[in-house]
Structures are given as structure tokens and as C-alpha cells.
């Protein structure tokens, strides 16, 4: 069953000595299975609109978006894995060395927090923290 709720999604982007705060928030659809929470949301990029999606479990989070731009970067607590961001401007190769990923679900509430590294070309480029909160939309 297909849930309407509420995705609220905040970030924090550390390169170059500077700081980037990142929040979004947008309506979406919450559904589970095979054990597994989907969450599909609809963003803006610019004059586009980009589909995304988040697929939860207790050890991993899945981030895939398709339109403006196109990847699926994968979370996993103490794992490294490699993600291609296709954007207009041409694609990159990416490896996501995650930190820290929790996930917790109570009271019709979801919430999942990863902090994670980010390299291209095996080049350090950023420490990031990604926090997504979906609750029931009112």
C-alpha cells in the first residue's frame, strides 16, 4: 500500500575549508517491499524535474535519480562503493566512503542519517552528512 508523506531531506557539504548547507523538503509517496522502505520523491533541478528515489534498510540506503541527472549512489556503514553522476555537463566517476549510516523507523516516522566521504578520480573532494526524515503527510 502507497502512503502520501511528507520527505524532508537536509546536508551538510565540508570542502575547501567552507561549509555548504543543503534542505529540501517535498511531498511523496512511502511504500515497503520485500522488507525493504521506498521512498519516491519528486525534485527540482533548475528548469527540470529529477525523480528520485530512496530505498531504506537497517544496513544500507539507496539514493537513485533519474532526469536532470542520473545516478544511484549507495550508503553502507564502513563500505566503499562507486556511483557514475551523469549531468548535462557530462558524467563523473564517484566512490562514496561511508562513515556512519543509522536508520530508524517508529511511530509512522522514518528517519535515516549516513555521513560519508567523497572522492573522484581518487581524489578526496568532500566530507558530507545526508539526514532524510519522512513522516505521514498531514
Not at 33 to 52: A, H, L, Q, W
Not at 101 to 123: F, H
Request: glycine share 8%.
Amino acid at each position: 500500500m502507497t502512503k502520501r508523506v511528507w520527505v524532508a531531506i537536509s546536508g551538510v557539504r565540508y570542502a575547501d575549508g567552507e561549509r555548504e548547507d543543503v534542505e529540501m523538503a517535498a511531498a511523496g509517496e512511502y511504500f515497503e517491499k520485500d522488507g525493504i522502505s521506498y521512498v519516491r520523491y519528486d525534485e527540482d533541478e533548475g528548469t527540470d524535474t529529477v525523480r528520485s528515489m530512496i530505498k531504506l534498510r537497517p544496513d544500507c540506503m539507496e539514493i537513485v535519480k533519474k532526469g536532470a541527472v542520473n545516478t544511484t549512489m549507495i550508503f553502507q556503514q564502513g563500505k566503499n562503493t562507486l556511483a557514475s553522476y551523469m549531468t548535462p555537463a557530462g558524467e563523473l566517476f564517484m566512490e562514496i566512503r561511508t562513515g556512519r549510516l543509522e536508520v530508524y523507523k517508529d511511530n509512522g516516522t522514518l528517519e535515516a542519517e549516513t555521513e560519508y566521504s567523497l572522492m573522484i578520480n581518487g581524489q578526496h573532494v568532500s566530507d558530507n552528512r545526508i539526514a532524510v526524515r519522512v513522516s505521514a503527510a498531514g
